[in-house]
């Protein structure tokens, strides 16, 4: 596996999800949130703890996950 420093995983913060350095904001939450069109400093304003690196490796970690899966249609 790659190695995303500011990524974490604790079976007791959000159920074991991917969060930001060991915060209760899941990767998900935030890669969601610039799918819908929110900027880097409208994501910091929102969650005053996230700096753009996490938000920039937040994106990277799920471009990497869906490089590591492949899925097939059958038809």
């Known amino acids: 596996m790659k ?3 500011r990524i974490t995983f604790d079976s007791n ?4 999800q991917a969060c ?7 990767v998900s ?5 610039v799918a819908n069109g ?3 400093n409208e994501i910091i304003r929102e969650y005053p703890d996230i700096k753009p690196e996490d938000i920039k490796e937040a994106l990277q970690y ?5 490089k ?6 059958v038809s």
């Not at 913060?13 to 074991?16: F, H, K, R, T």
């Not at 930001?20 to 899941?26: A, F, Q, S, Y």
């Not at 799920?62 to 869906?66: I, K, N, P, Q």
């Not at 590591?68 to 249609?73: A, I, K, R, T, Y």
């Open 20 to 26: 930001i350095r060991g915060m209760r904001i899941p």
């Open 13 to 16: 913060i959000m159920g074991g």
């Open 38 to 40: 929110m900027t880097t």
């Open 62 to 66: 799920a471009s990497w996950l869906t």
């Open 68 to 73: 590591e899966e492949l899925h097939f249609m």
């Open 3 to 5: 190695e995303f420093k």
């Open 29 to 33: 939450l935030i890669v969601n949130l």
